[in-house]
């Protein structure tokens, strides 16, 4: 960043002068740089896909039961479950296609108008891929906590079995309290994703809007 400031006040000092310096040179390193970004965002997105086959071969090792997945299966509701994780992986595989076509697409001999509707494509598709992915998040855990709901409702009650005294006559409202809790855990959980994705992300995509403001002044 320094280095591109220092190399831009220069060229600007002397742009009415013989120099060799030109804005090619600007251009290239915005070009070298915007790439950079965009192949992080594509490696950011690749090990968020592989994240969870992770935590399944971890837990493959060290023969780690989820309860949650019991606790679907119990009540029936796991197709919803596995059919929420293939419309995610769908979007995930989809986005990181748009983010490697977009990281191709930036060339040393593009023209800074060709540059400048990439970044805006790509700082448009990561913010709809944030949005889509945590809406996701939210309705996976929305589905769980009508899991749990469910279940402490019926007679046979799995969390029941785990937990007797969630159940206990002293409780009558268990139900209710449970659910809650476990709704406003998810809430919390989803806030502290988002959290994490405007920091990853966020920070890419203002270096991106700096390249853009950066090339428009160029172009200019």
């Known amino acids: 960043m320094e280095e591109l400031d220092l190399l831009k006040k220069d060229w600007q000092a002397k742009k009415h002068t013989a120099s060799p310096l030109s804005g090619t040179d600007i251009k290239r390193m915005l070009h070298s740089r915007s790439s950079s970004i965009v192949k992080y965002i594509l490696i950011i997105s690749l090990l968020e896909l592989l994240f969870p086959y992770l935590i399944l071969l971890i837990s493959a090792f ?5 309860p949650e997945t019991d606790l679907l ?3 029936r509701l796991e197709p919803f479950y596995i059919a929420i994780n293939i ?18 697409n930036i060339r040393l001999d593009s ?15 990561v913010k709809t891929y944030i949005l889509i992915s945590l809406c996701l998040i939210m309705v996976l855990w929305i589905i769980f906590t009508a899991a ?6 019926s007679a046979n009650s799995f969390i029941g079995q785990l937990h007797p ?18 709704l406003l855990f998810g809430i919390l959980a989803i806030a502290f994703i988002a ?12 270096k991106l809007k700096n390249n853009y403001r950066e090339l428009k002044q160029l172009e200019i």
Do not use: Q
């Open 195 to 206: 959290g994490l994705y405007f920091l990853m992300y966020g920070i890419l995509l203002r």
């Open 165 to 182: 005294e969630l159940l206990s006559e002293n409780n009558p409202n268990i139900r209710y309290i449970y659910s809650i809790i476990v």
């Open 111 to 125: 023209d800074v108008k060709t540059l400048m509707k990439i970044i805006l494509k790509t700082r448009k598709v």
């Open 87 to 104: 419309i995610a992986h769908i979007v995930a595989i989809y986005f990181i296609y748009l983010f490697y076509i977009n990281y191709k």
């Open 148 to 153: 749990i709901y469910i279940d402490l409702g």
């Open 73 to 75: 299966k119990a009540i």
């Open 62 to 66: 060290t023969g780690y039961n989820n």
